[in-house]
């Protein structure tokens, strides 16, 4: 059966998934797996459809050095092993700058104009990119897709687009792109199956994981996002600090004498949740911690999703339902509520029990604006849009083959 790799290469991890090409057409999810330690401890593990372990395995650290070989490593151990030779890898990429609004075929010149965009998301973007180089150089024909965590973002206005800033550095690309693109989407393409009654209205999402930010959908498309030119801005997150006064950067680097670089992993590793507890970046570990400050975190995160939720329902002119996803957002009742309650002047009301039990619904039925649990799947989505992009060019070479 034909199968689709699916990428996420980070920098000490790459994390994968298989997705199989049934007769009708659908996606069907048969390996899900990470190569991580990269650089340490590199270790490849990975469960099958029925979540059983297909592999565990670790490796000398000099025979797993990059992401590019422990992805390579990950395809052989397919390969050869489970017999799965994708017809079609398609790879999570952060930045798609501004020129990309949809997916794209790999070739050596897409690969060249992403590598400009790498000071926009230093720490991941050139980790997306070096196994997209590395197999278009070990195996040019296998079709290569990269699926842009902006390019949902891409229909925004010119109002939701631009800083208050010189237009030249906008010209030069220094624009409010936004992020989770690929999660947002999903939940836009599920709307219509789980939540039909709201999935052309003004509609916040939550998109509350370890990176977290939040998206205005009308129509199902994308009119505004909490975060930015990078994915620093708008709510606090794990180890990065949210919105932020830019005089606190000068601040950091008159008075503190921070170079680029260290004020490049200061912001990345080291704010957020982890900065401000002092303890974790885990919201989960924060919740389970008796300490204040884990517990005045957890109240900041709420309070911060509370006023960008604000923010958005302005950009909407009002909202017509409320969605959370990733991790948080799928898996914690107490935040959630914690949330909602903030949101009760917005016409906000939860059902505590369905709350409690994780069901889709989970707004009472009289809250003015209902609310909704809707898990996300930024995998199955790159796998669609990978699948879609074959198939334009199966297409678009018999449409040519046609042709006199
Ligand atoms: P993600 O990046 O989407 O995988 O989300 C990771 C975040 O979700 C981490 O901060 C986890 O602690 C958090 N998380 C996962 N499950 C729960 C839970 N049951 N309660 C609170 N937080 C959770």
Redesign the pocket.
Known sequence: MDTILVTNAGSSSVKFQVFALEPNGALKREVRGQVDGIGSRPRLRATGANRAVLVDRTYENDKLRDVAAALATAGAWLREELRIDPIAIGHRVVHGGPDYSRPVRVTASVLHRLERYIPLAPLHQPYNLAPMRSILASMPSLPQVACFDTAFHRGHSALADHYALPVSLYEEGVRRYGFHGLSYEYIASALPQVAPEIAAKRVIVAHL???ASMCALEHGRSVESTLGFTALDGLPM?TRPGQLDPGVVLYLISEKGMSPAQLQDFLYRECGLKGLSGIS?????L?ENSDPRAAFAVDYFVYRVGLNAGMLAAALQGVDAFVFT???GE??PK?RAAIASRLSWLGVSLDAAANADNRTKISRSDSRVPVYVVPTDEELMIARHTLSLLQEGSTAQSSTARTP
């Open positions: 994981g370890s990176g794990g970046n885990d919201m989960r570990e919740q990733a991790g948080i898996n914690s935040i």
